[in-house]
C-alpha cells in the first residue's frame, strides 16, 4: 500500500513538473518538502496527543501530576505538624509523599536540615526562608514549595520543603516506553519527515531527470553504432525538452548530411559510370580511326579526309559532354540570378526555333508553332537561360521523334507569366519516365532510349534554369500519346505592346 502511495505521489508530481523550468522545479521541491513535513509533524503530533489522553493515569502521569498532589501532602503536614520535626516520624510523613517523583527535607525553626531525601539547602538563609513561606520557587530545574510547621500553642517550629518537577512521569513499568516512544514522535517526527520527504521527493526528481538523460545517452550509443533510425520519445517543454529537441534536430540534420554525402556519392560513382559509358564510343571511334590513319600511309586523300572529319565529330561529342557537365556543375554551385532584358516574344521563339528547321526537313519532321499572345509584345526575359531551356526541349524532341512525325509548339503570353509547351509524337512517356524525367543521369525507359546515347542531362538542366526563372516544369502525356514538357516563367514587369513595331525583327512565327 505505501509502495503504491508513492507511485501515485510520483505520478502527480510528474503530471504537475514536466513541463516546469529545472529551477522552478527545484524550488517547488523544497516548498513540498517543507510543507509535507510540516503537516506529516501535525498529524503525527495529533496522534501523540490521543495517545497521551488513552494512557494518562494509566501507564504515563501528566506533567502536573505531583503538583497536584501537593494539597494531599500540606493536609497531612498540618495534621501532624510538630511530631514530623522527630526524624522517629519519617516513614509516617514519607507514607504521604509520592517519592517516585517527589523530594522533600525537614528543617527546624532555625532553617537547620533535621532529615530527608534532599540535602542541599534552597535559601541561602532564615530570611529568605520566612519570606517564601507557603510559595512555590525555582530551584535547580525544580519547583520548591515550603510548608510551615507549628507546635501546639501556634509557634512556629519547622518547615517541610517539597521538590518536584513539572514533566510526564512513568505511572508502571510500561510507563517508559510509552514516554520515551512520545518524546520521539514529539521532537524527533521533524527531522525525520524532512529526512524522508528530502528522500521521496528527490527521488522523484532524479527519476525524472534520468528519463531524458537516459535516453540522451541510449540516442549517443545508437549515433556512436551509425544507426540513426531513431526518435526521441520525450516531450516537455523545460530545458530537459528543449535539450531533447536540439539532440533530435541534430540527428535529423545529421542523417540529412549523411544521406546527401550517400546521394553525392552516389551521383559521382554515375557520374563516373556516365563519362565512361559516353566517352568510351566517341574515343573508340577516335582511336579507331587514328590507328586506320597511321596504318594507311599513302592513301586516297579523300578518305583521310573523311577518317579525320570522323575523328572531329566524336571529339566534338567529347568535348561537349564535358562541357554540359561543367555546366551542371556551375548551375548548381552558382546564385546566377535572372537577367531580364526586353525582348519581343514572337521574334524570340521563331529565333530559338529556326537553327533545328534544317534537321527536321531531313527527318521530315512536321513542326507547328502555335503563338497566342500579340505579335508585337515585349517582355523582360533571361533570354540566355530561356533559348538554352528550348534548346535541350527542341533537341530531345527531335532525338525521340520518329521520321515523318510531328512537333508541336505552344507559346502563350500571359501578363505577367510566359508559358511554352512542347510535344512530339514520339513514344509517349514511361510511368517511370513521368517520375524520374527530370533526374541528373535519368535515361528514360526502354521505348525512349536510341542507340546514339545521351548522358540524361537534358531535362535536369531545363528544370534548374525554369526554377531559377521562378517557374515550374512537368512531363506528361496529351490525349493523342504525345510525350509533352510545359513550363512556365515569371515576367518581372509584365509584357507590354512594342514602342516601334515597324523596327526590322526577325518575322514573328506564323499563327
Known amino acids: 500500500m505505501e509502495q503504491t502511495a508513492v507511485s501515485q505521489t510520483g505520478r502527480l508530481y510528474d503530471r504537475y513538473m514536466k ?25 503525527t503530533y495529533g496522534i501523540c496527543i490521543l495517545l497521551f489522553v488513552h494512557l494518562e493515569n494509566k501507564s504515563v502521569y501528566p506533567a502536573n501530576h505531583y503538583e497536584r498532589q501537593l494539597p494531599n501532602v500540606e493536609a497531612a503536614i498540618r495534621r501532624e505538624q510538630a511530631s514530623l520535626l522527630r526524624p522517629a516520624n519519617k516513614e509516617k510523613l514519607e507514607s504521604v509523599i509520592p517519592l517516585e517523583g ?14 530527608g531525601t534532599m540535602n542541599d539547602p534552597v535559601f541561602s538563609d532564615s530570611r529568605r526562608l520566612f519570606e517564601n513561606l507557603n510559595k512555590t520557587v525555582g530551584h535547580r530545574g525544580r519547583y520548591v514549595k515550603t510548608v510551615p510547621i507549628f507546635d501546639a500553642n501556634g509557634d512556629l517550629s519547622g518547615f517541610v520543603q517539597l521538590a518536584y518537577q513539572i514533566r510526564v512521569a512513568p505511572a508502571d513499568r510500561t510507563g517508559r516506553f510509552w514516554i520515551a516512544l512520545l518524546a520521539l514522535g514529539i521532537f524527533g517526527a521533524p527531522f525525520l519527515y524532512v529526512v524522508l520527504f528530502i528522500w521521496l521527493y528527490s527521488k522523484m526528481f532524479a ?9 540522451l545517452m541510449e540516442a549517443a550509443k545508437k549515433i556512436q553504432a551509425k544507426d ?16 531533447i529537441r536540439a539532440f533530435q534536430d541534430m540527428k535529423d540534420e545529421l542523417r540529412r548530411s549523411l544521406s546527401n554525402q550517400w546521394r553525392l556519392e552516389q551521383e559521382r560513382t554515375e557520374l563516373v559510370e556516365t563519362l565512361a559509358h559516353d566517352l568510351k564510343t566517341p574515343l573508340s571511334v577516335i582511336q579507331g580511326y587514328s590507328e586506320a590513319l597511321l596504318g594507311s600511309a599513302g592513301a586516297d586523300p579523300k578518305k583521310q579526309t573523311r577518317y579525320l572529319a570522323v575523328i572531329k565529330e566524336n571529339a566534338e561529342k567529347g568535348a561537349a559532354l564535358v562541357k554540359r557537365l561543367q555546366y551542371i556543375t556551375d548551375l548548381e554551385t552558382s546564385n546566377d540570378e535572372p537577367r531580364p532584358v526586353p525582348t519581343p516574344v514572337a521574334a524570340f521563339v521563331r529565333q530559338v526555333v529556326q537553327p533545328y528547321e534544317l534537321q527536321m526537313k531531313r527527318k521530315n519532321i512536321r513542326l507547328t508553332i502555335d503563338y497566342q499572345g500579340p505579335s508585337d509584345w515585349v517582355a523582360d526575359i533571361d533570354a540566355e537561360k530561356l533559348e538554352r531551356i528550348w534548346d535541350n526541349l527542341i533537341s530531345n524532341s527531335l532525338r525521340y521523334t520518329p521520321e515523318g512525325g510531328r512537333i508541336r509548339i505552344t507559346v502563350r503570353v500571359r501578363p505577367d507569366r510566359l508559358e511554352c509547351e512542347i510535344a512530339n509524337s514520339g ?20 521505348s525512349r532510349k536510341r542507340q546514339d ?4 542531362l537534358g531535362l535536369y538542366i531545363v ?11 512537368q512531363a506528361f502525356n496529351t490525349p493523342d500519346g504525345e510525350a509533352c514538357i510545359a513550363f512556365d516563367c515569371k515576367i518581372p514587369h509584365g509584357a507590354v505592346r512594342e514602342e516601334n513595331p515597324n523596327r526590322n525583327t526577325p518575322e514573328s512565327p506564323d499563327l
Do not use: C, W
Open 19 to 43: 513541463n516546469r523550468p529545472l529551477k522552478s522545479q527545484f524550488q517547488i521541491m523544497i516548498v513540498l518538502i517543507i510543507v509535507s513535513s510540516l503537516l506529516a509533524t501535525l498529524v
Open 463 to 473: 528544370k534548374r534554369l525554369v526554377e531559377k526563372l521562378g517557374g515550374k516544369v
Open 453 to 456: 546515347g545521351h548522358a540524361g
Open 427 to 446: 513514344p509517349p512517356f514511361s510511368k517511370k519516365d513521368l517520375e524520374y524525367a527530370f533526374t541528373k543521369f535519368y535515361r528514360g525507359g526502354e
Open 102 to 115: 517527589m523530594d522533600y527535607q525537614v528543617l527546624d525553626a532555625r532553617g537547620r536540615f533535621l532529615y
Open 207 to 215: 527519476n525524472r531527470m534520468n528519463i531524458p538523460l537516459r535516453l
Open 228 to 243: 540513426l533510425d531513431f526518435d526521441l520519445d520525450y516531450r516537455s517543454e523545460n530545458e530537459l525538452g528543449k535539450l
